[in-house]
């Protein structure tokens, strides 16, 4: 009879420790084959952990915990690994920019947020952690981002933007073909992704459909980031401005009388407010003087 009992502690023990651990091994995402194999082109040293260990703490710790310490947000299902551990470290250096690039459930997208190099610097700090890992780097040249030039102009027949990418090489000037543009409105918070991203033709031309409803500032201006990204000559970035957006004429946020802006521009409600209860606080006062007075003199 104690047997069996002991028995059913021990299934419903391991049933426990299963269903409690089971979203620290469920992985629901997967990158694809061409991502896999990626190699950093930065070379992953003392320096580049350091300032990846700034922009993971900035960026990631407050899911993922400091890595060793098992402290990451227990509330999210699944979840967030502590990305020290060997489950983590097993990920390809190319699977772990896929999903820091692009998320997965739970795991935001960083695609708009850091630039490739960033995420580099971060999967260098993570790989601190790791005392086997050795690393392979990739072939790519970054001075050859430096030969790319972007021009970007606006095709008002088609609304559009079109997309040029070329090179400066020794040899002369080459179009940039297969490499993916992504288009994007820069805003307070971030930039917003204009339509998806493209391949550049075998001119080096990618052309984006632009939305004619995206408001600007006054005069409809909008300021607009270009990126490019390819094998070679790996990621380039421009910004241009173009007088394609709705004009808008919002009043800055210290322009009207609000509750957040100084006291001249305070609400007259908050002002009334505040003169009846210093009033009234006053009169109180007063009146007790007065009655002080009336009992000394009695
Ligand atoms: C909002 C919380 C959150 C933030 C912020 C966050 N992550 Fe994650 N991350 C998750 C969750 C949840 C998962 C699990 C995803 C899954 O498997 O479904 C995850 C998974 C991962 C994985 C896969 C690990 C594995 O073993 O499968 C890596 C790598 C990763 N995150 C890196 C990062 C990095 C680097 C940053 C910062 C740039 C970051 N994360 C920011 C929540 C977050």
């Known amino acids: 009879m104690i047997q069996k009992k002991n028995n059913i502690g021990i299934i419903a023990f391991v049933l426990l420790a299963f269903l409690v ?35 993971y703490n900035a960026n990631c710790a407050s899911c993922h915990g400091t890595p060793g310490k098992n402290n990451s947000l227990k509330s999210l299902n699944p979840i967030p690994p502590d990305l020290s551990t060997k489950a983590s470290q097993q990920l390809t250096d190319g699977e772990l920019l896929y999903i820091v690039t692009n998320g997965a459930g739970l795991m935001p997208s960083f695609k708009n947020i850091l630039s490739e190099e960033k995420e580099w610097l971060i999967i260098s700090y993570l790989r601190g952690f790791n005392k086997e890992y050795v690393q392979q780097l990739s072939k790519f040249d970054p001075a050859k981002s430096k030969l790319v030039k972007l021009t970007t102009t606006f095709d008002k027949a088609s609304q559009s933007i079109i997309i040029q990418a070329i090179a400066n ?71 241009d401005s173009f007088d394609i957006g709705i004009p808008t004429d919002k ?7 609000a509750i957040w802006n100084v006291v001249s521009k305070a609400p007259l409600w908050v002002i009334g407010l505040y003169s009846m209860g210093l009033i009234s606080f006053l009169m109180l006062l007063a009146y007790l003087l007065l009655n002080l007075r009336k009992i000394f003199k009695s």
């Open 21 to 55: 651990t089971a979203p620290l091994y469920a992985r629901n995402w997967k990158s694809p084959d061409d991502q896999k194999d990626k190699k950093s082109y930065l070379k992953f040293d003392a320096t580049t952990a350091s300032q990846g260990e700034a922009l």
């Open 169 to 239: 090489e020794k040899t002369g000037v080459v179009a940039i073909a297969g490499a993916e543009v992504s288009l994007f409105v820069k805003r307070y918070f971030g930039n917003f992704q204009v339509d998806k991203s493209v391949k550049t033709d075998a001119m080096g031309k990618a052309t984006i459909a632009f939305p004619t409803d995206i408001p600007g500032d006054k005069t409809g201006k909008l300021n607009v980031l270009v990126k490019m990204f390819e094998a070679n000559y790996g990621e380039v970035q421009k910004t």
């Open 251 to 257: 009043p800055a946020l210290n322009e009207k009388r």
